[in-house]
């Protein structure tokens, strides 16, 4: 919603740059893990996701990074622009019950 | 187009009523989930629906009961036993559980 994107970590990027968010996990047997994207007063969108028996995967401007060693997963944007302006969450997924989401990054486009 | 409905977007709870948010989906899946989102918080869950009939109750569950009477829908109510009920309440589904989740755009529950 609105308030959504109080009180989390800001990412600012000029348009056209790159932009990488983080976003480390904490547990060990989650096997399967999502990017999503918030814009303000809507519901998260499904924007990419990965398996553990994978490391990479890319999407259409955008790439995720799975590092099972230090669990962190990053979510790279190509060529930054002002509709990407939202809060980006990720997700680990190790069961119906199991799935824990992390607090967000709200990414700022400068124009 | 397909997706998940849901209704009201914004809706206000007095004093020891129950309310009752509504969530409505098209997508065929069969799992049905029920998140709360506070500010600066991570979704937490309410209540999941692996298949119809079958509920389980999340991280969350007190002060909230939920039915799944049909594939499509999954109405969560908060009962007058929620204290703090103001909050962005997000529903969503999935083909299953290692799928993504769809969402809905949430409903913003407010106290008079």
């Known amino acids: 919603g609105e308030s959504v994107g109080l009180h989390l970590p800001t990412l600012s990027v000029q348009e056209g740059d790159n932009s990488i968010i983080n976003c480390a996990y904490s547990?060990?047997?989650?096997?399967?893990f999502i990017w999503y994207k918030q814009e303000s007063g809507k519901g998260p969108q499904f924007i990419i996701d990965?398996?553990?028996?994978?490391d990479k995967r890319q999407g259409q401007r955008v790439t995720v990074l799975l590092n099972k060693t230090v669990k962190h997963l990053s979510l790279q944007i190509a060529a930054t622009q002002p509709g990407d302006s939202a809060v980006y969450f990720c997700?680990?997924?190790?069961?119906?019950?199991?799935?824990?989401f992390g607090t967000g990054t709200k990414l700022q486009v400068i124009p | 187009d397909g997706g998940i409905t849901q209704s009201p977007k914004y809706l206000f709870r007095k004093e020891g009523q129950n309310v009752t948010l509504s969530c409505e989906q098209n997508?065929?899946?069969?799992?049905m989930y029920w998140y709360r989102q506070d500010p600066g918080q991570g979704l937490r869950l309410i209540y999941y629906?692996?298949?119809?009939?079958?509920?389980q109750k999340g991280d969350i569950a007190e002060g909230y009961s939920v039915s799944r009477e049909k594939k499509e829908s999954f109405p969560l109510t908060v009962t007058s036993a929620q204290k703090n009920p103001t909050a962005f309440y997000l529903c969503?589904?999935?083909?299953?559980?290692?799928?993504?989740?769809?969402f809905g755009d949430g409903t913003r529950l407010s106290i008079l």
């Open positions: 969503a589904s999935s083909i299953a559980r290692n799928q993504p989740q769809h």
């Open positions: 547990n060990s047997a989650s096997d399967y």
């Open positions: 990965i398996r553990s028996n994978m």
């Open positions: 997700a680990e997924n190790g069961g119906y019950q199991k799935v824990t």
């Open positions: 997508l065929n899946h069969d799992a």
């Open positions: 629906s692996q298949i119809v009939n079958d509920f």
